[in-house]
Protein backbone atom coordinates (compact mmCIF):
# COMPACT_ATOMS: atom_id res chain seq x y z
CA UNK A 1 0.00 0.00 0.00
CA UNK A 2 0.87 3.12 -0.61
CA UNK A 3 1.37 6.34 1.99
CA UNK A 4 -2.49 7.30 0.77
CA UNK A 5 -3.92 4.17 0.84
CA UNK A 6 -2.43 3.49 4.24
CA UNK A 7 -3.81 6.64 5.70
CA UNK A 8 -7.13 6.58 4.06
CA UNK A 9 -7.85 3.33 5.80
CA UNK A 10 -6.55 4.62 9.01
CA UNK A 11 -9.01 7.13 8.59
CA UNK A 12 -11.85 4.72 7.59
CA UNK A 13 -10.85 2.60 10.53
CA UNK A 14 -10.43 4.49 13.62
CA UNK A 15 -13.69 6.96 12.25
CA UNK A 16 -15.93 3.72 13.06
CA UNK A 17 -13.92 3.60 16.48
CA UNK A 18 -11.88 0.54 15.18
CA UNK A 19 -8.60 1.39 16.66
CA UNK A 20 -7.69 -2.19 17.29
CA UNK A 21 -8.34 -3.14 13.50
CA UNK A 22 -6.31 -0.33 12.54
CA UNK A 23 -3.48 -1.58 14.50
CA UNK A 24 -3.95 -5.35 13.58
CA UNK A 25 -4.06 -3.97 9.62
CA UNK A 26 -1.52 -1.32 9.33
CA UNK A 27 0.98 -1.35 11.78
CA UNK A 28 4.61 -2.85 11.47
CA UNK A 29 5.90 -5.10 14.20
CA UNK A 30 8.48 -2.71 14.91
CA UNK A 31 6.30 0.26 15.56
CA UNK A 32 7.32 2.82 17.72
CA UNK A 33 4.72 5.29 19.19
CA UNK A 34 5.14 8.91 21.29
CA UNK A 35 3.26 10.48 23.17
CA UNK A 36 3.03 14.15 24.09
CA UNK A 37 3.95 13.63 27.33
CA UNK A 38 5.34 10.21 29.96
CA UNK A 39 2.36 8.67 32.09
CA UNK A 40 3.26 9.12 35.50
CA UNK A 41 6.87 6.64 36.75
CA UNK A 42 6.45 6.02 32.28
CA UNK A 43 7.79 6.93 29.26
CA UNK A 44 6.99 8.82 26.09
CA UNK A 45 7.93 5.97 23.80
CA UNK A 46 6.09 2.19 23.96
CA UNK A 47 8.23 0.23 21.40
CA UNK A 48 7.14 -2.59 19.50
CA UNK A 49 3.61 -4.10 18.55
CA UNK A 50 3.23 -5.92 22.22
CA UNK A 51 4.04 -2.41 23.61
CA UNK A 52 1.84 -0.53 21.09
CA UNK A 53 -1.32 -3.01 21.66
CA UNK A 54 -1.03 -3.06 25.25
CA UNK A 55 -1.24 0.96 25.60
CA UNK A 56 -4.16 0.74 23.79
CA UNK A 57 -6.04 -2.36 25.49
CA UNK A 58 -5.33 -0.13 28.46
CA UNK A 59 -6.79 2.95 26.88
CA UNK A 60 -10.09 1.12 25.73
CA UNK A 61 -10.64 -0.45 28.81
CA UNK A 62 -10.32 2.84 30.73
CA UNK A 63 -12.28 4.84 28.05
CA UNK A 64 -15.96 4.78 26.79
CA UNK A 65 -16.03 6.50 23.71
CA UNK A 66 -19.26 8.52 22.87
CA UNK A 67 -18.06 10.13 19.39
CA UNK A 68 -14.93 9.87 17.16
CA UNK A 69 -14.07 12.40 14.38
CA UNK A 70 -10.70 12.23 11.90
CA UNK A 71 -10.21 15.03 10.17
CA UNK A 72 -7.18 14.07 7.22
CA UNK A 73 -5.02 12.90 5.89
CA UNK A 74 -2.63 15.35 4.48
CA UNK A 75 0.01 13.10 3.02
CA UNK A 76 3.75 13.98 1.73
CA UNK A 77 5.89 11.33 0.60
CA UNK A 78 6.19 8.56 3.72
CA UNK A 79 4.30 10.34 5.95
CA UNK A 80 0.94 11.81 7.05
CA UNK A 81 -0.76 13.56 9.47
CA UNK A 82 -4.60 13.38 10.35
CA UNK A 83 -6.47 15.06 13.58
CA UNK A 84 -8.05 13.45 16.51
CA UNK A 85 -11.62 14.59 18.04
CA UNK A 86 -13.04 12.83 20.58
CA UNK A 87 -15.35 12.71 22.77
CA UNK A 88 -14.37 10.64 26.02
CA UNK A 89 -15.63 9.12 29.34
CA UNK A 90 -12.38 8.30 31.42
CA UNK A 91 -13.83 5.66 33.49
CA UNK A 92 -11.91 5.06 36.82
CA UNK A 93 -12.94 8.31 37.39
CA UNK A 94 -16.40 8.63 35.29
CA UNK A 95 -14.90 12.08 33.88
CA UNK A 96 -15.81 13.22 30.44
CA UNK A 97 -13.95 15.64 28.38
CA UNK A 98 -13.37 16.28 24.70
CA UNK A 99 -9.90 15.37 23.72
CA UNK A 100 -8.59 17.25 19.94
CA UNK A 101 -5.08 15.81 18.71
CA UNK A 102 -2.48 15.97 15.36
CA UNK A 103 -1.33 12.64 14.74
CA UNK A 104 1.44 12.20 12.56
CA UNK A 105 2.40 8.69 10.91
CA UNK A 106 5.53 7.20 8.74
CA UNK A 107 5.10 4.74 6.33
CA UNK A 108 7.73 2.01 5.29
CA UNK A 109 6.75 -0.90 2.90
CA UNK A 110 3.12 -0.42 3.14
CA UNK A 111 3.30 -0.17 6.74
CA UNK A 112 3.06 2.16 9.89
CA UNK A 113 6.23 1.96 11.96
CA UNK A 114 6.12 5.56 13.86
CA UNK A 115 3.35 7.67 15.41
CA UNK A 116 3.36 10.90 17.10
CA UNK A 117 0.50 12.54 18.92
CA UNK A 118 0.92 16.53 19.63
CA UNK A 119 -1.51 17.57 22.22
CA UNK A 120 -1.62 20.35 25.11
CA UNK A 121 -1.94 18.31 28.54
CA UNK B 1 -5.83 34.63 17.47
CA UNK B 2 -6.73 31.29 17.73
CA UNK B 3 -4.96 28.35 16.74
CA UNK B 4 -7.08 28.23 13.72
CA UNK B 5 -6.15 31.96 12.58
CA UNK B 6 -2.85 31.42 12.80
CA UNK B 7 -2.91 28.20 10.67
CA UNK B 8 -4.92 29.64 8.41
CA UNK B 9 -2.47 33.00 8.08
CA UNK B 10 0.79 30.84 7.64
CA UNK B 11 -0.88 28.79 4.86
CA UNK B 12 -1.48 32.05 3.23
CA UNK B 13 1.64 33.55 3.78
CA UNK B 14 3.47 30.01 2.53
CA UNK B 15 1.99 29.84 -0.36
CA UNK B 16 2.68 33.06 -1.62
CA UNK B 17 6.38 31.88 -1.17
CA UNK B 18 6.46 34.66 1.70
CA UNK B 19 8.47 32.10 4.64
CA UNK B 20 10.25 35.57 6.16
CA UNK B 21 6.94 37.48 6.37
CA UNK B 22 5.16 34.28 8.59
CA UNK B 23 8.32 33.81 10.46
CA UNK B 24 7.98 37.84 11.72
CA UNK B 25 3.92 37.78 11.72
CA UNK B 26 3.53 34.47 13.72
CA UNK B 27 6.61 33.12 15.65
CA UNK B 28 7.00 33.23 19.17
CA UNK B 29 10.67 34.85 20.28
CA UNK B 30 11.09 32.16 22.02
CA UNK B 31 10.50 29.36 18.71
CA UNK B 32 11.87 26.19 18.95
CA UNK B 33 12.22 24.18 15.67
CA UNK B 34 13.10 20.77 15.00
CA UNK B 35 13.88 19.34 11.89
CA UNK B 36 13.72 15.55 10.97
CA UNK B 37 17.64 14.97 10.88
CA UNK B 38 20.67 16.91 12.04
CA UNK B 39 23.12 18.71 9.44
CA UNK B 40 26.51 17.12 9.37
CA UNK B 41 27.57 18.76 12.50
CA UNK B 42 24.82 20.63 13.73
CA UNK B 43 21.52 19.81 15.59
CA UNK B 44 18.30 19.29 15.04
CA UNK B 45 16.66 21.59 17.00
CA UNK B 46 17.25 25.67 16.37
CA UNK B 47 15.92 27.38 19.79
CA UNK B 48 14.88 31.44 19.73
CA UNK B 49 13.44 33.80 17.02
CA UNK B 50 17.44 34.62 15.60
CA UNK B 51 18.54 30.69 15.22
CA UNK B 52 15.23 30.37 13.79
CA UNK B 53 15.49 33.27 11.06
CA UNK B 54 19.01 31.98 10.46
CA UNK B 55 17.77 28.63 9.40
CA UNK B 56 15.40 30.47 7.04
CA UNK B 57 18.03 33.03 5.76
CA UNK B 58 20.13 29.79 4.75
CA UNK B 59 17.87 27.76 3.25
CA UNK B 60 16.36 31.52 1.06
CA UNK B 61 19.81 32.06 -0.10
CA UNK B 62 20.88 28.58 -1.08
CA UNK B 63 17.89 27.52 -2.67
CA UNK B 64 15.40 28.59 -6.02
CA UNK B 65 11.57 28.17 -5.38
CA UNK B 66 10.02 27.11 -8.37
CA UNK B 67 6.86 26.53 -6.75
CA UNK B 68 5.39 25.96 -3.55
CA UNK B 69 1.96 23.94 -2.44
CA UNK B 70 0.62 24.19 1.10
CA UNK B 71 -2.39 21.54 1.96
CA UNK B 72 -3.98 21.97 5.16
CA UNK B 73 -4.47 23.13 7.78
CA UNK B 74 -5.54 20.30 10.42
CA UNK B 75 -6.62 22.24 13.47
CA UNK B 76 -6.89 20.03 17.21
CA UNK B 77 -6.90 22.57 20.00
CA UNK B 78 -2.98 24.17 20.60
CA UNK B 79 -1.53 22.45 17.55
CA UNK B 80 -2.00 22.08 13.68
CA UNK B 81 -0.35 20.38 10.96
CA UNK B 82 -0.37 21.09 7.23
CA UNK B 83 1.92 19.49 4.01
CA UNK B 84 4.59 21.23 1.99
CA UNK B 85 5.54 20.11 -1.81
CA UNK B 86 7.96 22.52 -3.21
CA UNK B 87 9.92 21.98 -5.91
CA UNK B 88 13.44 23.53 -5.75
CA UNK B 89 16.75 23.96 -7.10
CA UNK B 90 19.33 23.77 -3.92
CA UNK B 91 21.78 26.36 -5.71
CA UNK B 92 24.99 25.02 -4.61
CA UNK B 93 24.74 21.92 -6.29
CA UNK B 94 22.31 23.25 -8.96
CA UNK B 95 20.31 20.26 -7.83
CA UNK B 96 16.54 20.63 -8.56
CA UNK B 97 14.18 18.29 -6.49
CA UNK B 98 10.78 17.99 -4.67
CA UNK B 99 10.50 18.11 -1.21
CA UNK B 100 7.24 16.70 0.56
CA UNK B 101 6.87 16.82 4.40
CA UNK B 102 4.63 17.12 7.18
CA UNK B 103 5.11 20.16 9.54
CA UNK B 104 3.22 19.96 12.93
CA UNK B 105 2.77 23.59 15.16
CA UNK B 106 2.16 24.36 18.63
CA UNK B 107 0.41 27.82 19.10
CA UNK B 108 0.39 29.59 22.79
CA UNK B 109 -1.35 32.88 23.11
CA UNK B 110 -1.33 33.07 19.29
CA UNK B 111 1.93 32.51 18.59
CA UNK B 112 4.00 29.82 16.83
CA UNK B 113 6.05 28.53 19.96
CA UNK B 114 7.32 24.74 18.35
CA UNK B 115 7.25 23.39 15.45
CA UNK B 116 8.35 19.98 13.85
CA UNK B 117 9.03 19.03 10.30
CA UNK B 118 8.85 15.32 9.23
CA UNK B 119 10.33 13.67 6.08
CA UNK B 120 12.25 11.34 4.66
CA UNK B 121 16.05 11.56 4.41
Redesign the interface.
Known sequence: MTTKEVADKLVKLCSQGKFHEATEALYSTDIVSMEAGAPPGGSREAKGIAAVKAKGEWWSANHEVHSVAV??P????????????LDVTFKPQSKRFKM???A?Y?VVDGKIVYEEF???M
Open positions: EGLVAGSHFAVVFKEEVVKFYS
